[in-house]
């Protein structure tokens, strides 16, 4: 998302802070990464060390620890504090009015020194001194790090909401940004969050997994935007579990003992910002009712759903992934208008239910389907009549036979480019095959022949073929097998196959780049073969027999 980083493969949000290695801390401001090596502040004592596991040196045992490095100390769990760590003007200001303080307390008599501390506490005494400009946040924010107080909370979201505009308008520095490495991450900036044993906190993300709760977990925390609580045994979602995590975008509940009768008509109403729902592995026998229309993504696999009617999905117009593989669905109980409403639906998986025929009203916007581990025996020419987007068919581990899939079934497709038939019931590599058709995938059937021209009407061309673990012999295969195919067959494997020589036309198949063989009965390979082979000019051409 916009404003997001990608670092090794993980997405950090807008303002998160990390620590890639020690002594280091990086912030991700609008998707760009800003590192930065942390800044200690100088020492007043004669011997100094250095804690194992910090980066700043502190006084030694027998010194007085300075005020200021108990900025290094990590926060004590389960109390995490909330308050925003980011700070750049904040920061910046502190350490020149403490580096002007240092310097001021060098020329300074012991007379002075005492006039300028009854200066700086007047006005909490109750006298009428006035505080120097930028010592009243300094002296708050110092003792907020040491626990002595906290501020108070109309202050408080007063200096957030200026500081929150002050960082989307001014750029971040990387003179100015300075954080210590063992900090801990930023948190929603708002008071102090007690979680349960076992949960912790990294920026706007509470995580419970495995935490042996029976419960959500009470939680106060309005900028909390994740909750993570796969692995533990809720078995119920009441009406106000979430009350106080109004602005969560994603929830993961998964592998627990929820179901469908533990759940209040009213759980998700409140969470208007809700995009991703995650309830795998739970005990759930029908989708949970008064879903938010936010939703984008939904997971209920490896549940015992057992009915989708027409009011399942209804309002879930933003939906675009749907997953409810490990069901008991079939063509039965799932309502010809259940899909309907998801007019925004791209990724459909239905597999491992119980399904016999391809489901019917699926949505026009629809690009993948998943129907592997069903007992689909047929495809009928008005399966894909209204899904012209569709781009990947998955019918894998399935009982289809060549002769029930309907020549117009999908031979008009403009888009449908992947077609995964694996472990059916095919004799023969199936005639009608789509246009558009560029992946071709039909391993472990019983393919004993690639009829002629069963790949010349495609276009632009088949380029990924495989048909590993069949029967093909000889005498399965001729030139006109592959017509259409010469010019853009990329990759072909027909390994674990009868075959006992080199299919003829393989040395004009101009841009085959891999070519498996392995596991037939070849003995030998003809000249002509290995003439291509060492002639390619790319020289890039394995060939295994």
């Known amino acids: 998302k916009k404003g997001h980083c990608l670092v090794k493969g993980i997405t950090m949000y807008n303002k998160a802070v990390w620590s890639p290695e020690p002594c280091t801390t990086c912030l991700c401001s609008d998707g760009r990464v800003l590192c930065d090596e942390t800044m200690c502040h100088p020492q007043r004592c004669p011997q100094t060390v250095i804690p194992e596991g910090e980066c700043c040196p502190v006084c030694s045992a027998t010194e007085q620890r300075e005020p200021t490095n108990l900025l290094h100390k990590q926060v004590p769990p389960p109390q995490v504090g909330m308050d925003q760590i980011v700070r750049k003007e904040a920061l910046q200001s502190e350490e020149d009015e403490a580096m002007k303080e240092d310097t001021e307390q060098k020329r300074e008599t012991p007379e002075s020194r005492n006039q300028r501390q009854l200066y700086s506490e007047g006005d909490s005494r109750g006298g009428d001194g006035k505080q120097r400009p930028g010592e009243e946040r300094r002296l708050a924010h110092q003792q907020q790090r040491q626990g002595r107080e906290e501020e108070e909370e109309e202050e408080e979201e007063g200096e957030e909401d200026e500081e929150d505009e002050e ?47 029976t419960q959500i977990p009470p939680l106060t925390a309005p900028q909390i935007t994740s909750l993570e609580l796969t692995g533990n045994s809720i078995a119920s979602i009441p009406d106000e579990a979430f009350n106080g995590l109004p602005n969560l975008e994603r929830l993961d509940l998964s592998k627990n003992n929820i179901t469908s009768s533990g759940i209040g008509p009213k759980a998700f109403k409140l969470l208007k910002k809700l995009t991703r729902l995650n309830m795998d592995g739970n005990n759930l026998i029908q989708i949970p009712s008064e879903l938010p229309s936010t939703l984008e993504e939904l997971k209920i696999n490896e549940n015992n759903l057992q009915v989708i009617d027409k009011e399942s999905l209804s309002d879930l117009h933003q939906l675009v992934t749907l997953e409810l593989e490990g069901n008991n669905l079939s063509e039965v109980n ?90 059916n019931k095919l004799y023969h590599v199936p005639s009608y095959l789509p ?60 390994d674990h196959n009868d075959l006992k020589s080199i299919p003829p036309g393989i040395q004009e198949m101009k841009a085959l780049h891999f070519l498996r063989l392995n596991n037939n009965k070849i003995r030998c390979v003809s000249d002509a073969v290995l003439e291509t082979v060492t002639n390619r000019a790319d020289g890039a051409f394995p060939l295994w027999y």
Not at 168 to 175: I, K, L, N, S
Not at 188 to 210: D, F, K, V
């Open 435 to 494: 246009k558009s058709l560029l992946h071709l995938v039909l391993l472990g059937n019983q393919i004993e022949r690639i009829p002629g021209y069963v790949f010349g009407h495609m276009e632009p061309g088949l380029e990924y073929l495989y048909l590993s673990f069949n029967k093909l012999a000889d005498d399965g295969m001729d030139r006109v097998s592959f017509y259409g195919a010469y010019h853009s067959l990329r990759e072909l494997f027909l």
């Open 167 to 213: 960082d989307e308008e001014d750029p971040v520095r990387g003179d100015t940004f300075r954080m210590p490495s063992r900090s801990p991450l930023p948190a929603p900036p708002r008071g102090t969050l007690r979680l349960p044993s076992g949960c912790s906190l990294s920026y706007r993300t509470i995580s419970c997994i495995n935490a042996m709760l």
């Open 334 to 423: 799932v309502s010809p208008l259940a899909f309907k409403p998801l007019t925004s639906l791209a990724y459909l998986r239905l597999g491992k239910n119980k399904f016999r025929i391809i489901p019917q009203g699926l949505p026009a916007s629809i690009e993948e389907l998943h129907l592997e581990n069903n007992q689909i025996e047929e495809i009928t020419e008005i399966c894909f009549n209204h899904t012209r987007k569709i781009n990947v068919i998955v019918l894998r581990y399935n009982k289809i036979e060549e002769n029930r899939i309907a020549p117009l079934a999908w031979i008009n497709q403009e888009n449908l480019e992947s077609i995964d038939l694996s472990y």
